[in-house]
């Protein structure tokens, strides 16, 4: 429910900046002009200063943050704060920014598995096996993946893929997909055309390229990592989403698909259509963006700007591999790009493998190359 509620309103406001209802939202946002596209980013920027200073100024924070308190081993995750921080991100993507949609629904998950979890007593290892749950629950329903939303609350949150995580976590992964079903797609998110099967050239290419999405995703994670530490306070934290919003969308302005939480930018690099110096600038500019958009302090998730990165990663590598010997599968290579650099951000290799196959429904024709390309990655990151 509470997916199907951040969603709603993430729709809503989409319609309300671009007359956003099916497709594309960049391409919505770029059908309606330059200005009309500053201005509504600017003015996103301006939503996201004065929420966010609101919320941690009149309500002392933004709920918590659910990783940290089950790694912590604490409970103190606040529902009210938490919906109202979840809205929040929901309206700045809404209105543009760079940042993931899930954050919302997964915060909300956990904090209500610690709201459950107060209220009925229970010991404490029960206490965060629903934080962790509610999470995957979130996850899982806002994207349709049952199965990698439990993966995610399993691996991620508890470390433990045993059964006595597994099997509660597959249990409400289920049950809120099914209730996301009320109002929420059934289908995969991203469409890819149909993959050839592993040819040598693609499973060269996941050899090289996995160790090469591990180095990328170590810098991505330290410049994610620096952008968290270091957002503003006083009275910057009221300036500076606006200017962060305004050069997100200047960026916009020759790139639209770096709009938004980077949902279209990964489905125009699963098409493996795109040329090697669009991917180059979009690989580029997305990281730096989605980081200056969280150091301004707004709220959002990381997970589809992490994802849409590895698939334009991806496809790059393997236009450039095909310029030096046999061409791979383009799409293919999206496809294991985005699994690999999921992984190492994640540092959760089987919730990250299960989330590719199931957010773009390729379960036979590249799970080898994925497979390989992200145990590249995990590894290489690791070891950076």
């Not at 110096?277 to 150091?295: E, F, M, Q």
């Amino acid at each position: 429910i509470g997916a199907i509620v951040m969603m709603a309103l993430l729709r809503a406001v989409q319609h309300a900046a671009f007359d956003y209802h099916t497709g594309e939202y960049s391409a919505a946002a770029a059908a309606h002009g330059d200005l009309r596209r500053m201005l509504v980013l600017v003015g996103g920027g301006v939503v996201a200063g004065i929420g966010g200073w609101a919320i941690h100024a009149r309500l002392g924070g933004s709920g918590g943050s659910p990783t940290e308190a089950v790694w912590s081993g604490r409970d103190d995750l606040s529902l009210p704060q938490t919906l109202l921080n979840g809205g929040l991100s929901e309206v700045v993507i809404g209105l543009g920014a760079s940042l993931g949609r899930e954050a919302a629904p997964q915060h909300a998950g956990a904090a209500f598995g610690a709201w459950i979890g107060r209220h009925f007593s229970l010991p404490h290892e029960q206490k965060m096996l629903l934080i962790a749950c509610g999470a995957g629950a979130g996850v899982g329903a806002v994207y349709n993946v049952p199965l990698a939303g439990a993966l995610f609350a399993a691996e991620l949150y508890m470390g433990s893929i045993t059964l006595s995580t597994v099997a509660p976590a597959l249990l409400t992964a289920s049950i809120a997909t099914v209730i996301g079903w009320i109002a929420l797609p059934a289908t995969a998110v991203y469409h890819v055309p149909v993959l050839s099967y592993p040819s040598l050239s693609l499973l060269g290419w996941a050899l090289l390229a996995g160790p090469l999405i591990g180095v990328a995703a170590a810098g991505y994670i330290r410049l994610v990592g620096w952008a968290g530490e270091h957002r503003p306070s006083g009275r910057a934290r009221l300036t500076a989403p606006p200017v962060a919003f305004a050069i997100l969308g200047l960026a916009s302005l020759a790139y639209p698909l770096l709009l938004g939480n980077g949902r279209d930018l990964a489905q125009f690099a699963l098409t493996g259509t795109g040329a090697i110096a669009t991917l180059a600038a979009l690989a580029l500019l997305k990281p730096l963006l989605t980081a200056l958009c969280l150091g301004s302090g707004a709220p959002g998730g990381l997970f589809t700007p992490t994802l849409s990165l590895g698939a334009v990663l991806g496809a790059l590598l393997g236009h450039i591999t095909a310029l030096v010997g046999p061409s791979p599968d383009i799409a293919a290579c999206a496809v294991a790009g985005a699994g690999a650099m999921l992984a190492a951000g994640m540092q959760a290799p089987i919730a990250a493998v299960a989330f590719t196959v199931e957010l773009t429904n390729t379960a036979d024709a590249s799970m080898v190359a994925i497979l390989v390309a992200v145990a590249g990655a995990v590894l290489v990151t690791r070891r950076l």
